[in-house]
């Protein structure tokens, strides 16, 4: 059973950063997209933010374009959210999800594994 493990969640200010890490217990950084959703209280999850089966590709939500970036390292099990000037509607749970899709990366349907998320809160 493929497990994914999310942290660096945490409080910081506006305009500060931080970076996710998401550990996957095999390897399926490598060859499988990975993706980042967030879910804020009351509200829907919604797609953050993707990264293709190569990792050529990366895929945004216009919200954090600019601002967020995702990489991935297959050798070290690894997928990464770099967050900068982080903003209080950032606040959310942070998701981790890997799909061995090609195609519809921005939908939640198309993963195969979810993590447990870390919370991050941005404060004004």
């Known amino acids: 059973q493929v497990q994914l493990v999310e942290s660096g969640g945490g409080l910081v200010q506006a305009g500060g950063s931080l970076r996710l890490s998401c550990a996957a217990s095999?390897?399926?950084?490598?060859?499988?997209?990975m993706a980042w959703f967030r879910q804020a209280p009351g509200k829907e999850r919604e797609f953050v933010a993707a990264?293709?089966?190569?990792?050529?590709?990366?895929y945004y939500a216009d919200s954090v374009k600019g601002r967020f970036t995702i990489s991935k390292d297959g050798a070290k099990k690894t997928a990464y959210l770099q967050m900068n000037s982080l903003k209080p509607e950032d606040t959310a749970v942070y998701f981790c999800?890997?799909?061995?899709?090609?195609?519809?990366?921005?939908?939640?349907?198309?993963?195969?594994?979810w993590g447990r998320g870390t919370q991050v809160t941005v404060s004004s």
């Open positions: 095999e390897s399926i950084v490598s060859n499988y997209a």
């Open positions: 999800a890997a799909a061995d899709a090609f195609m519809g990366l921005r939908l939640s349907s198309s993963y195969n594994y």
């Open positions: 990264i293709n089966r190569s990792g050529a590709t990366p």
